[in-house]
């Protein structure tokens, strides 16, 4: 073609390198689902170690989990000194069972999604989740269990920054809708002494959740209520504040917006609506992770999407909010607050 030039010789091989690490970018995932699936960080929690150790701890091919160490060393999860093998301060820090900012569980329910990201082409083709067309009527407990624990991680290492960028001083009530696991309305009550908060959730997600409320001593203070988002109300003017965190990219505009003029309903005068949420740019190409996320809920749900910044401020405005503005997070995600009028 008249202006392209496709000699050898010109070839950017920067170009080209960043094509192939997208093409082999899952080899890494697989590294580290391996490892958590061994849990070999927490393994190396109790000393250094040599890859023949370490083979006979987990009960595998020497040569073999000599390979994985040294790809697990190469991706900065481990080090390695002469023979021997330990976690890296990053490891240490999220790849430990029983340390308070675990993702193990969370990188568990990734390596779940293999499946179903497997199904890519065909829900582009179709427009729907294939995923989910053979799914039994029954929800699997086990199933249930897997996702909230992952939520749970997932929040674990959001709460601090989150409950340093909402004013709940003068609450005295908040509701956490479809709070699955409780962990951002735990860390709202124990940052916020004279706050009580309700998790509402689907009654098989409930069930667990008081289980992670216990866990935390806090039953005197944060409840759970079951009811689905779409069929149930939230009550009339209860609450002095909402927050609608990971749940408005499963829906539809037209069911998103129904949900947050239920939350202005159950709201009390001038009270406080919290959206947490992967947010788009208004081109819907940035940030990288909300503009692939989306493409997750194609996958795994019947309407779900990433959505806009300029969406969420419509569909408040229309569901009765105002003083609308928004708080970015270190992490890949935002709040988007509002106050009812």
């Known amino acids: ?110 390596h779940n999604m293999m499946d179903t990201w497997a199904m890519l082409r065909e829900t582009i083709e179709t427009g729907n989740p294939v995923s989910l067309k053979d799914l039994p009527e029954e929800v699997d407990p086990h199933d249930v269990r897997d996702f909230i624990t992952a939520m749970h991680n997932l929040a674990s290492v959001k709460t601090e920054e989150i409950c340093s960028k909402i004013d709940l001083k003068e609450a005295k009530l908040l509701l956490d809708i479809a709070g699955g696991p409780g962990t951002y309305a735990i860390a709202l009550a124990m940052a916020n002494p004279g706050l009580h908060a309700v998790v509402f959730d689907l009654e098989h997600t409930i069930r667990l959740t008081r289980e992670f409320i216990a866990a935390a001593k806090i039953e005197d203070r944060v409840t759970t209520q079951a009811g689905n988002c779409l069929e149930d109300s939230f009550g009339e003017k209860v609450y002095d504040a909402i927050l609608v965190s990971n749940l408005l990219h499963i829906y539809n505009p037209a069911n998103n917006t129904r949900i947050l003029r239920k939350c202005r309903d159950a709201l009390r005068e001038r009270g406080l609506i919290v959206i947490h949420e992967f947010v788009l740019d208004t081109t819907k190409t940035h940030p990288q992770f909300a503009a692939i996320f989306s493409l997750n809920m194609l996958l795994g749900t019947q309407e779900g999407e990433s959505y806009s910044e300029d969406e969420y401020r419509v569909w408040l405005a229309n569901a009765g909010f105002e003083d609308i503005k928004r708080i970015d997070l270190e992490s890949n995600s935002t709040l988007i607050l509002g106050k009812k009028k």
């Open 1 to 110: 073609m008249k202006g392209e030039d496709t000699t050898m010789a010109d070839t950017n091989h920067l170009n080209a390198d960043y094509l192939l690490q997208l093409s082999c970018g899952y080899w890494k995932s697989h590294v580290l689902f391996t490892a958590v699936g061994f849990d070999l960080f927490t393994i190396l929690n109790r000393g250094r170690r040599t890859a023949k150790e370490i083979s006979q701890t987990i009960q595998a091919n020497e040569r073999a989990t000599e390979m994985l160490l040294n790809a697990l060393v190469s991706l900065d999860l481990l080090t390695k000194q002469e023979n021997y093998y330990a976690n890296s301060v990053l490891s240490n820090r999220h790849l430990i069972k029983g340390n308070p900012y675990y993702l193990g569980d969370s990188i568990h329910h990734f």
